[in-house]
């Protein structure tokens, strides 16, 4: 579990996974924030589910942005917490779960 906020506007984004055999089996969500922050936050939950940590760490904001039907310039830091969150999530499960 890993939670993320954005300092300039206070959104955050908390992230749980649970991983089996190296993948993503199940991906959870919480936030706090606009709706583009809720749409991006589900969107990453979506998009990592299924993936191997490996892949997931390669979700780009530019990806996150076009599943959710895109954002405005001004809001594109939602994806962008979206993908802070991922990014922390894995580091978490990595350090309680070293190889």
Known sequence: MAEVTNPVCDDRLR???????GV?????FKVYGCAPTIATGSMA????RGK???????ITREEISRAVG????TKIHCATL???????????????NPE
Request: aromatic share 4%; glycine share 2%; net charge negative.
């Open 15 to 21: 992230l749980s996974i649970l991983v089996k055999d």
């Open 24 to 28: 993503i089996a199940e991906a959870r």
């Open 45 to 48: 939950a979506e998009l990592i």
């Open 52 to 58: 191997s940590l490996e892949d997931a760490l390669r």
């Open 70 to 73: 895109g954002l405005p310039h």
């Open 82 to 96: 979206a993908v802070d969150a991922i990014w922390a999530v894995i580091d978490d499960y990595r350090r309680r």
